[in-house]
Structures are given as C-alpha cells and as structure tokens.
C-alpha cells in the first residue's frame, strides 16, 4: 500500500533563503503528485502537480521535482518571504485512483 | 478559476443531532470529495462521488453518509453526530477520471471546521 511522508515535519528558517521540502513515496506506480498550501484553520490550495510522465513543473518561485525511481519528490521555494509561511502538504496519485497523504511540512519564515 | 465552496466555516452541533455539510464546485467537476483533518492523522478520505447519485466509501466512511442529486453539489451528512466528529470537514473536486491524470488534479473548499459538544 503505498505510503507518503514528509520530512521535515517543520522547519524554520530566516527570510531570502532558499529552501527544499521533501516527500517520498513506497510504491513508483504514482500516476501524479500534487503539493498544496494550508494556512492555519484554512483549506487547501493547489500549488504545482506533476503527471508521471514529467520531472519538473514550475510556479513563480516555487519548483517541483519528481523522480520516481528513487520514489521522491522535492518543492524548492526560491527566496523565502514570511508570507510563504504555512504547511504544505503533498499528495500521490495511486493506482485506485485516490490520492495518498502525506503529514505536512510546516513551515516558518522568520523575517 | 476554480471554485470550491462550503456552506459554513465554523458549526456547532450538540451529540445526536444531524448534522448536514454541504459543498458546490462552479466548474462542472465530475469527481467531488469529503476528508476529514485531524491532528496527527493528516487527511484520510470519507466519501467520494465521480457522478450524479454515485458514491464510494473512502478510508472512513462509518458514521457519515452523502448525497449527490446534481453534479456542482455533494453534502457530507452525520446522521447522529458524536464528539469523535469533531474535526475539519474538506471538500474537493477534480475533473473527471477520463482526459490524462491532469484531469485528477484537486481543488479544495475553505473548509469546515465542526465542533460536536
């Protein structure tokens, strides 16, 4: 069954630095990968998805990586600004069709 | 864009009362979705419908049912809401299951957050 997990859970680090998010997953019979914004008490924002048959898709700042080979993907957020301070969760598509959770990356940008 | 919506932000209900959600997506999704959100648990799946009066259980269904009579709306229903329900309630929808998996992209309301007293 496939399983997804982020790490770190938190991170905290001071405004203009660059910055990566992990997220690995068990089973490479992932049909995409989606990252998703949470701010406190709020839902969930679509940020970047990646189909299987991609390695990279890009938005402003932010750039998504996936290998499926080693079972990875990474979100790097280009100089950091307090306003990306949230939790950014990713999320797999697998072979049901449903998407499998990881727990989260909460992030902090210190000003 | 698209757009999720969600009847309440914030409810309050008493145990045994029933509870009704309710969700609309303006951009004619086939697919919609309810999770729950829990600390330390993360988002786990309770219903999803990918078509007018269609419905599948997800991870957790026990305890809640859903109705789908058009296609921009999908309720989420606590038939006798307990304490154990207390949580935020997510709504989502995607495309369709046909067109390449960017057709399974999600898109999420703002979210309920209920309180079962």
């Known amino acids: 069954k496939q399983e997804v997990t982020q790490i770190p859970a938190a991170l905290s680090v001071p405004e203009g630095e660059n910055l990566v998010l992990n997220c690995s997953f068990t089973?490479?019979?992932?049909?995409?990968l989606q990252w998703f914004r949470q701010d406190p008490g709020k839902g969930l924002t679509s940020l970047l998805l990646?189909?299987?048959s991609q390695r990279e898709q890009t938005s402003g700042r932010l750039n998504a990586s996936l290998d499926k080979s080693s079972g990875r993907s990474t979100l790097y957020i280009a100089a950091s600004q307090p306003g990306d301070s949230a939790t950014y969760l990713c999320?797999?598509?697998?072979?049901?069709?449903?998407?499998?959770w990881g727990a989260g990356t909460k992030l902090i940008i210190k000003p | 864009d698209v757009k999720v919506t969600q009847s309440s932000r914030y409810l309050v209900k008493r145990t045994g009362e029933k509870v009704f959600l309710e969700c609309v997506q303006d951009m004619d999704h086939e697919n919609m979705f309810w999770y729950r959100q829990d600390p330390g648990l993360g988002l786990r799946l309770i219903y999803f419908?990918?078509?007018?009066?269609?419905?599948e259980k997800g991870d957790i269904p026990e305890g809640y049912s859903v109705s789908r009579e058009k296609k921009e709306r999908f309720s989420l229903i606590l038939e006798s809401a307990s304490t154990n329900q207390t949580s935020m309630y997510l709504c989502a929808s995607s495309l369709s299951l046909e067109g390449g998996t960017s057709s399974y992209e999600q898109y999420f309301g703002p979210g309920t957050r209920l309180t079962v007293t």
């Open positions: 990646i189909q299987s």
């Open positions: 999320a797999g598509l697998d072979s049901n069709y449903q998407l499998i």
């Open positions: 089973d490479s019979a992932i049909y995409n």
């Open positions: 419908s990918y078509d007018v009066k269609m419905k």
